[in-house]
């Protein structure tokens, strides 16, 4: 199957900003998108931002101005670059990639959808 990791995390004070990172590994045959997702304690799981194969992108409005999404299609890696980082930003962010995996050495194909542990994401007033 896949496996997804995340990695760029960590503790910054409002205004400043982080670049997570985000990358995809296995059987993979290729990768049709991938997005970022967060969640704040005590809510639900909500879309960040993804960006597709043909390299469109949708962000949810109150990061759109902020937030950058972008890949490295040869390394099946995602980033996210964070600037002017508010508290309310606060969550931890998971990557999820969706795309087509080979099942075994003869070609057999399937659908994968694959979720990374996620990463701690603070932003201090």
């Known amino acids: 199957q896949v496996q997804v990791v995340e990695s760029g995390g960590g503790l910054v004070q409002a205004g400043g900003s982080l670049r997570l990172s985000c990358a995809a590994s296995?059987?993979?045959?290729?990768?049709?998108?991938m997005g970022w997702y967060r969640q704040a304690g005590g809510k639900q799981r909500e879309l960040v931002a993804e960006i597709t194969s043909d390299a469109s992108t949708n962000y949810t409005d109150s990061v759109k101005a902020r937030f950058t999404i972008s890949r490295d299609n040869t390394k099946n890696t995602v980033y996210l670059q964070m600037d002017s980082l508010k508290p309310e930003d606060t969550a931890v962010y998971y990557c999820n990639a969706k795309g087509i995996y080979g099942i075994n050495s003869y070609g057999r194909k399937g659908n994968f959808d694959a979720w990374g542990q996620g990463t701690q994401v603070t932003v201090s007033s």
């Open positions: 296995g059987r993979i045959f290729s990768i049709n998108a």
